[in-house]
């Protein structure tokens, strides 16, 4: 890794206000300071687009970019277009990250051969007012016969860090031949994160502190919305056996299955939560 590194980060925001200053000033007093700030205002309706810009107005690292209304993968997609850093992260609007977020998933890029790194999350479910750390359990390292797709399915299959594409800073080389799919509304953070993988050979690395912290049940998350359609879970399970390939084998098979098994699991508890 070269010294200093350029960082971006893509901020999608759209009808948070309420939760941006807080976004915002985790972002600019980040321990590491050299930082690309992209702000992606998706046609806010209420003063998040001042907000940006009132924050672009003070530090010179931030660019805001004004659309209308598309959509977050398109914000995304937008962001990734204007991203010039050496890598890059994604950080939700209504979320916040902690000072040394940064400077910690950088760490594992002096390895030439990491592809990726993952933090944990300190978890905050808003309604019940409860809050945990989740995510800093160590995982095993891929074993010497098993696949790099059998491996992702574990890690996918074992918790959820994986799925989300916030905690996490990829390569900007490999992301700009990538794009968030716009035709869904349901885990296009995880087939975005898969389809990164797809093109990398490098290690995946584990950052085991709870870096990124995750606002569930804001008024603009879409999550309790979708979670609760079975088929929504069925187009991502059809978009994973896609990406697995035709012939998987047999680890990859049980793998996938015990993924499947949990999903199943999620939607179930979705549905309960929503009642």
């Given at each position: 890794?070269?010294?200093?590194?350029?960082?971006?980060?893509?901020?999608?925001?759209?009808?948070?206000?309420?939760?941006?200053?807080?976004?915002?000033?985790?972002?600019?007093?980040?321990?590491?300071?050299?930082?690309?700030?992209?702000?992606?205002?998706?046609?806010a309706?209420?003063?998040?687009?001042k907000?940006?810009?009132?924050?672009?107005?003070?530090?010179?690292?931030?660019?805001?970019?004004?659309?209308?209304?598309?959509?977050?993968?398109?914000?995304?997609?937008?962001?990734?277009?204007?991203?010039?850093?050496?890598?890059?992260?994604?950080?939700?609007?209504?979320?916040?990250?902690?000072?040394?977020?940064?400077?910690?998933?950088?760490?594992?890029?002096?390895?030439?051969?990491?592809?990726?790194?993952?933090?944990?999350?300190?978890?905050?479910?808003?309604?019940?007012?409860?809050?945990?750390?989740?995510?800093?359990?160590?995982?095993?390292?891929?074993?010497?016969?098993?696949?790099?797709?059998?491996?992702?399915?574990?890690?996918?299959?074992?918790?959820?860090?994986?799925y989300?594409?916030?905690?996490?800073?990829y390569r900007?080389?490999?992301?700009?031949?990538?794009?968030?799919?716009?035709?869904?509304?349901?885990?296009?953070d995880?087939?975005?994160?898969?389809?990164?993988?797809d093109?990398?050979?490098?290690?995946?690395?584990?950052?085991?502190?709870?870096?990124?912290?995750?606002?569930?049940?804001?008024s603009?998350s879409?999550?309790?919305?979708?979670?609760?359609?079975?088929?929504?879970?069925?187009?991502?399970y059809?978009?994973?056996?896609?990406w697995l390939?035709?012939?998987?084998?047999?680890?990859?098979?049980?793998?996938?299955?015990?993924?499947?098994?949990?999903?199943?699991?999620?939607?179930?508890?979705?549905?309960?939560r929503?009642?």
């Open positions: 890794m070269k010294t200093n590194p350029l960082v971006s980060i893509v901020i999608p925001i759209y009808n948070t206000s309420k939760y941006l200053p807080s976004c915002l000033d985790s972002v600019v007093s980040q321990t590491y300071g050299n930082l690309e700030i992209i702000l992606v205002d998706d046609g309706t209420d003063d998040s687009g907000i940006a810009d009132k924050y672009a107005k003070k530090d010179p690292r931030i660019t805001v970019i004004h659309q209308k209304n598309q959509g977050q993968s398109t914000a995304r997609n937008n962001g990734i277009k204007k991203a010039t850093g050496d890598y890059i992260s994604f950080i939700d609007a209504d979320d916040k990250i902690k000072p040394t977020f940064i400077a910690d998933l950088l760490a594992p890029f002096n390895d030439a051969n990491a592809s990726l790194s993952v933090c944990g999350m300190h978890y905050k479910r808003l309604k019940q007012n409860t809050a945990n750390d989740v995510y800093i359990n160590p995982l095993r390292p891929p074993r010497k016969s098993e696949s790099r797709k059998a491996y992702i399915l574990y890690l996918l299959a074992v918790d959820g860090r994986m989300s594409s916030v905690n996490k800073l900007t080389k490999t992301v700009k031949s990538l794009q968030f799919d716009k035709s869904l509304n349901f885990a296009e995880t087939k975005f994160v898969l389809d990164y993988l093109k990398t050979t490098g290690t995946i690395n584990f950052v085991l502190k709870p870096l990124y912290v995750y606002n569930f049940g804001t603009t879409t999550i309790n919305r979708t979670a609760i359609n079975w088929q929504n879970w069925q187009t991502s059809q978009n994973l056996k896609s390939g035709p012939h998987p084998a047999l680890t990859e098979k049980f793998w996938l299955h015990t993924v499947h098994l949990r999903w199943r699991i999620s939607f179930i508890r979705s549905k309960k929503a009642k």
